[in-house]
């Protein structure tokens, strides 16, 4: 079921951030959205996730409005924000604790350690894991939740080059295989090019969309790519909205 961006306006202290967006996401697609600094990307993540109310306008997932946050769409941020006494298997688990779950679905959450390979780490504490491990962590404390849609703002942004491309392949592959729709918010275009199945870029103050693209190249991805007519195209169009010319 899809989601519907309509018409969505959000005004702070006067200023408009957004600026009547209006958009649809098919059910398990996989779309990235592309912008400049302070164009709105996370406004808009935040009001898709239920964080933030739009000034103007609704979001409607499977035709029902949304109100407020939801388990069926999960954010996970630039920042993995673990906690740090808690085990990577506790980590997981936190949130179905905090949903009130009375016995925890134990073998779900080795499940998801599994899906995000980590079999092995259980019992170590983030501080004990890599910076690209504790986003896997991340990843996988918003899976368990079997969200629908997931929301991502800059996931692999504090990331070196060489662990951001092996999160970029892991995240690919994974979202292969589960079944919800993802929305990746990223300033990087090779990485929103790279990955989504539908680009959007954003034009700054107040956002707006700019560029609505579906991305061609075949999948499973790869580098290689990068130097293919279609990417080479995209890529231009959205270099060209990132500096300011429409046109
Ligand atoms: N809670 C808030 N109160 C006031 N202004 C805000 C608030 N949140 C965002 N803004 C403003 O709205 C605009 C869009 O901000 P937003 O964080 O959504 O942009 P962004 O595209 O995600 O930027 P970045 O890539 O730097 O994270 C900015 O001008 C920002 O200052």
Known sequence: ??????????????????????????????????????????????????????STGRIL???????????????????????????LRDNIAFGLRMRGSSSLPWREVDRVIELIGLKGFEKHRPYELSGGMQQRVAIAR??????????????????????????????????ERIQATVIFVTHDIDEAIMLGSRLVVMSARPGRISLDEPVTLGRPRDWDMITTPDFLALKRAARRILAGQTH
């Open 1 to 54: 079921m899809p989601i519907e961006i309509e018409g969505v306006t959000k005004t702070f202290n006067g200023q408009r951030a957004l600026d009547e967006l209006s958009l649809r996401v098919e059910d398990g697609s996989f779309l990235t959205i592309l912008g400049a600094s302070g164009c709105g990307k996370s406004t808009l993540l935040n009001i898709l996730a239920g964080l933030e109310t739009p």
């Open 61 to 87: 997932l499977d035709g029902t409005p949304v109100t407020g946050p939801g388990p069926d769409r999960v954010v996970v941020f630039q920042k993995p924000g673990l906690y740090p006494w808690l085990s």
């Open 142 to 175: 918003a899976l368990v939740m079997h969200p629908r849609v997931l929301l991502m703002d800059e996931p692999f942004g504090a990331l070196d080059a060489q662990t951001r491309e092996t999160m970029q392949e892991f995240l690919t592959e994974l979202w």
